[in-house]
């Protein structure tokens, strides 16, 4: 086992799953790199370097270069799925997911359903989320609600290295449609992640830390804010429990309401707009299903219902921070 980057960990499981399947079939723009420019072809493997080197091993019929099209990227995809293929999509920024939501909410999501059972899907659309990156409107969303609301597709959003191998190695091997969402601002962090293949099930949570007077549920590239906030409780004497889901279709309901029945105190972090967020939807469960363990009302700490803000100062706040889930935390903690 070695110390591998978040950005390594995901082409190490694209490169260990391509050796072991002829199947698997890496596409999208630039995912090559390098092509038509100085230096050797395949070195770079798109904006973020996460495909990178994956041609110069497994060529032009297996790493696909392809035009600036989305609905071509996913269309060509999601053929080549139910035809036997086991093909990883790259959609460069998930901000241009509506150029081909026809093909992924309408068409993939649907296939096994409306075939009554007999076809599979084992697509994979990675994309790459969040802000952070000064990158803009257009560029910065994070968008998971949108696919966890569709039935038919499985939705991942790892939050550290080790899982990002595990749960990217589970999704190629799964037999329906998966997004697969990369917080951007996570690519260069670092954990000991093991050399050889391993799987990470869907729907399964990580309890992150054990705490019994609160409890953190967050997604992505929050997981790790949460966590700062809970090591300063925790010079208070405040056991917080920090929760990541992992998935958030499948969703692991069970383990967040037993934290919750454990500390009665719920703060939900999500870096989305709060109409019709993961946060919404997370508390609305516990609300229906774990009132009577509550101590305190849920709070909610997400983004401003706005489009994200290009001024460093202003995205800087835009974004969940360590600031904001803390204000929640206590607020909460004030009851009972």
Request: net charge negative; with cysteine.
């Given at each position: 086992?070695?110390?591998?980057?978040?950005?390594?960990?995901?082409?190490?499981?694209?490169?260990?799953?391509?050796?072991?399947?002829?199947?698997?079939?890496?596409?999208?723009?630039?995912?090559?790199?390098?092509?038509?420019?100085?230096?050797?072809?395949g070195l770079v493997?798109?904006?973020?370097?996460?495909?990178?080197?994956?041609?110069?091993?497994?060529?032009?019929?297996?790493?696909?270069?392809?035009?600036?099209?989305?609905?071509?990227?996913?269309?060509?995809?999601?053929?080549?799925?139910?035809?036997?293929?086991?093909?990883?999509?790259?959609?460069?920024?998930?901000?241009?997911?509506?150029?081909?939501?026809?093909?992924?909410?309408?068409?993939?999501?649907?296939?096994?359903?409306?075939?009554?059972?007999?076809?599979?899907?084992?697509?994979?659309?990675?994309?790459?989320?969040?802000?952070?990156?000064?990158?803009?409107?257009?560029?910065?969303?994070?968008?998971?609600?949108?696919?966890?609301?569709?039935?038919?597709?499985?939705?991942?959003?790892?939050?550290?290295?080790?899982?990002?191998?595990?749960?990217?190695?589970?999704?190629?091997?799964?037999?329906?449609?998966?997004?697969?969402?990369?917080?951007?601002?996570?690519?260069?962090?670092?954990?000991?992640?093991?050399?050889e293949a391993y799987?990470?099930?869907?729907?399964?949570?990580?309890?992150?830390?054990?705490?019994?007077?609160?409890?953190?549920?967050?997604?992505?590239?929050?997981?790790?804010?949460?966590?700062?906030?809970?090591?300063?409780?925790?010079?208070?004497?405040?056991?917080?429990?920090?929760?990541?889901?992992?998935?958030?279709?499948?969703?692991?309901?069970?383990?967040?309401?037993?934290?919750?029945?454990?500390?009665?105190?719920?703060?939900?972090?999500?870096?989305?707009?709060?109409?019709?967020?993961?946060?919404?939807?997370?508390?609305?469960?516990?609300?229906?299903?774990?009132?009577?363990?509550?101590?305190?009302?849920?709070?909610?700490?997400?983004?401003?219902?706005?489009?994200?803000?290009?001024?460093?100062?202003?995205?800087?706040?835009?974004?969940?921070?360590p600031r904001r889930?803390?204000?929640?935390?206590?607020?909460?903690?004030?009851?009972?």
């Amino acid at each position: 086992m070695s110390k591998k980057s978040y950005r390594q960990a995901i082409n190490e499981a694209l490169r260990q799953e391509m050796r072991r399947d002829a199947s698997v079939i890496v596409l999208g723009e630039d995912v090559a790199g390098g092509q038509g420019a100085s230096g050797e072809p395949g070195l770079v493997g798109g904006v973020f370097g996460v495909t990178g080197g994956l041609f110069k091993e497994f060529g032009p019929s297996r790493v696909l270069d392809t035009p600036i099209s989305e609905s071509a990227i996913i269309g060509a995809a999601a053929g080549a799925a139910v035809t036997g293929m086991r093909p990883v999509a790259e959609i460069m920024f998930v901000d241009f997911v509506g150029v081909c939501f026809d093909q992924i909410y309408n068409q993939a999501a649907k296939f096994r359903y409306m075939f009554g059972g007999h076809a599979t899907t084992p697509l994979v659309i990675r994309s790459m989320i969040g802000a952070g990156f000064r990158a803009g409107a257009q560029h910065s969303q994070t968008l998971h609600p949108l696919f966890t609301m569709v039935p038919g597709l499985k939705v991942v959003m790892p939050s550290n290295a080790y899982d990002a191998k595990g749960l990217l190695i589970q999704a190629i091997r799964d037999d329906d449609p998966v997004i697969f969402l990369e917080s951007k601002v996570l690519y260069d962090t670092e954990m000991e992640v093991p050399d050889e293949a391993y799987r990470v099930p869907f729907g399964e949570a990580r309890i992150a830390r054990d705490g019994n007077d609160i409890t953190f549920v967050g997604f992505g590239a929050m997981v790790p804010r949460m966590m700062a906030v809970a090591e300063t409780l925790a010079k208070d004497g405040i056991g917080a429990e920090v929760i990541d889901p992992r998935t958030t279709s499948p969703l692991d309901c069970d383990t967040i309401l037993e934290s919750v029945e454990k500390t009665g105190r719920l703060v939900i972090v999500d870096e989305s707009p709060p109409r019709c967020s993961l946060a919404a939807d997370v508390a609305s469960m516990v609300a229906d299903r774990g009132f009577g363990s509550l101590k305190a009302p849920i709070k909610s700490v997400t983004c401003p219902h706005t489009p994200v803000p290009f001024a460093p100062n202003l995205e800087d706040e835009y974004i969940p921070n360590p600031r904001r889930i803390e204000a929640a935390a206590r607020a909460a903690l004030r009851y009972g």
